[in-house]
């Protein structure tokens, strides 16, 4: 990719004719990229991009992040910015509508076609984060009583402006799905063969209210490039294409990850979101995790006597919280991408709760092993006390354990995100838990009232 400080030097010096000359041998990916690394005012921004020819711009505006795309398309002409939208494939101008201003999407769909506002307004009716939300409708359909030869002559007509040629997809005359035909079956059947003859009826298709994550998931059972999406009634609607299913699983991964941290999710990189809007985004869940912990304070006023009575046992409460969190953690987060995967389900909670408690049996038996060793020679408490300690440990840890593996596939079973039941809430329940059963022990072991 061209240096950025040399492009930087050229606008600096306006020398345009010579920008223009070496964006030209850019990829359009390595353009947008370097139009984001730019960082211009918008006024210079839209000077670069009306630099572009009309045969590629509508390329690189589709690679730009949403902001820069609103900076470009809220700056054009109402002409250009048609010319632009006109040149997308429907569903980057759908995504791009559903961020614009409702006054702005107005103006801009009065200039463009009826059939690009008909297409606009078919994927925008669809529910977020769906099937018909992220499909396209620039697709190959052809028909069973074509001949080969027909159905070449069609691709030859229609296929420029097409998302992909690879796969074409047979309808009937109600345009109910029938089968699909690659182009590689096309090229090496007979012309004179027909379409009705040589396609795979066999199709694996998605729906239009399917959740996006479920179609990442048909995407990555079955392999494909592409894959047809059908309506309630079998008609085919539009198709998805794997170059926006890893787009879907970006977004879902980080999407869990942010919930796993305590965090709202937020479509906005990281340094394009305001310090106001980062505190709103995390502030509730911090306000939520500290009334929570509460209940660890009430436990310990609970127990004061005990602890009044033997005070070193106040020095391991940190461990005993600190180890069954990690603990729930690695069977929580370990859960929850397999629950994200499709490689369990609920019904299987019975068999991961007992594959857990196994694991949880060794690790905990090994943590107590080394701690009583260190509570022996190191700490130089009595026997008593670190027998306490060590079998609190191993229940601890169990009781960690299960927790982490099962609260996921239950608020999965009620309708709830599994990450939110990840590290931070986990975290709060195993502390208290902990707390419990350690008090509990010691009074028991050390005859406390």
């Known amino acids: 990719?061209?240096?950025?400080?040399?492009?930087?030097?050229?606008?600096?010096?306006?020398?345009?004719?010579?920008?223009?000359?070496?964006?030209?041998?850019?990829?359009?990916?390595?353009?947008?990229?370097?139009?984001?690394?730019?960082?211009?005012?918008?006024?210079?921004?839209?000077?670069?991009?009306?630099?572009?020819?009309?045969?590629?711009?509508?390329?690189?505006?589709?690679?730009?992040?949403?902001?820069?795309?609103?900076?470009?398309?809220?700056?054009?002409?109402?002409?250009?910015?048609?010319?632009?939208?006109?040149?997308?494939?429907?569903?980057?101008?759908?995504?791009?509508?559903?961020?614009?201003?409702?006054?702005?999407?107005?103006?801009?769909?009065?200039?463009?076609?009826?059939?690009?506002?008909?297409?606009?307004?078919?994927?925008?009716?669809?529910?977020?984060?769906?099937?018909?939300?992220?499909?396209?409708?620039?697709?190959?359909?052809?028909?069973?009583?074509?001949?080969?030869?027909?159905?070449?002559?069609?691709?030859?007509?229609?296929?420029?402006?097409?998302?992909?040629?690879?796969?074409?997809?047979?309808?009937?005359?109600?345009?109910?799905?029938?089968?699909?035909?690659?182009?590689?079956?096309?090229?090496?059947?007979?012309?004179?063969?027909?379409?009705?003859?040589?396609?795979?009826?066999?199709?694996?298709?998605?729906?239009?209210?399917?959740?996006?994550?479920?179609?990442?998931?048909?995407?990555?059972?079955?392999?494909?490039?592409?894959?047809?999406?059908?309506?309630s009634e079998n008609r085919l609607v539009g198709i998805i294409t794997v170059d926006d299913i890893m787009d879907i699983i970006e977004q879902e991964a980080t999407e869990d990850i942010e919930m796993m941290a305590a965090i709202t999710p937020t479509d906005k990189p990281y340094m394009r979101t305001s310090v106001l809007e980062t505190w709103k985004k995390r502030i509730p869940w911090l306000l939520l995790l500290m009334i929570s912990a509460t209940f660890t304070g009430k436990i310990i006023l609970a127990y004061e006597d005990a602890l009044a009575a033997y005070a070193v046992l106040t020095a391991y409460i940190p461990m005993f919280m600190d180890t069954g969190g990690n603990a729930g953690g690695q069977a929580s987060v370990t859960i929850i991408r397999s629950l994200s995967l499709g490689e369990v389900e609920f019904r299987d909670m019975l068999r991961v709760m007992w594959k857990e408690l196994r694991v949880a049996v060794l690790c905990g038996v090994t943590l107590a092993v080394v701690n009583f060793g260190k509570l022996l020679l190191l700490d130089r408490v009595s026997m008593q006390v670190a027998a306490i300690v060590c079998l609190t440990m191993v229940v601890t840890v169990i009781v960690a354990k299960l927790v982490g593996c099962s609260l996921p596939m239950l608020a999965k079973k009620i309708g709830f995100d599994p990450a939110v039941m990840a590290s931070p809430f986990i975290t709060t329940i195993v502390d208290a838990v902990a707390l419990v059963i350690y008090f509990q022990i010691a009074t028991r072991m050390l005859g406390i009232v």
């Open 1 to 231: 990719m061209l240096e950025i400080e040399k492009m930087r030097e050229w606008i600096e010096q306006k020398q345009y004719a010579a920008l223009r000359c070496a964006m030209l041998e850019m990829n359009e990916a390595d353009i947008a990229a370097a139009l984001e690394e730019l960082e211009l005012p918008a006024s210079e921004l839209i000077k670069i991009f009306r630099l572009l020819p009309k045969s590629i711009a509508a390329d690189v505006f589709s690679f730009l992040t949403i902001e820069l795309e609103q900076t470009i398309i809220t700056s054009l002409t109402d002409r250009e910015a048609a010319g632009i939208i006109e040149n997308l494939y429907a569903d980057d101008a759908a995504d791009l509508m559903e961020e614009m201003p409702a006054n702005v999407v107005k103006r801009l769909l009065a200039q463009t076609t009826p059939e690009t506002r008909r297409d606009i307004n078919h994927l925008l009716q669809y529910p977020e984060d769906s099937a018909g939300s992220i499909m396209t409708v620039e697709f190959v359909d052809l028909k069973e009583n074509q001949t080969v030869a027909d159905a070449i002559e069609r691709i030859r007509k229609i296929g420029l402006d097409k998302e992909t040629i690879n796969t074409c997809y047979v309808t009937d005359q109600s345009r109910r799905l029938c089968g699909t035909i690659s182009l590689r079956m096309l090229l090496l059947s007979a012309p004179s063969d027909r379409i009705g003859d040589r396609m795979e009826e066999n199709v694996i298709r998605v729906s239009t209210l399917m959740d996006q994550e479920e179609v990442a998931h048909q995407f990555q059972k079955y392999d494909f490039d592409a894959m047809p999406v059908v309506d």
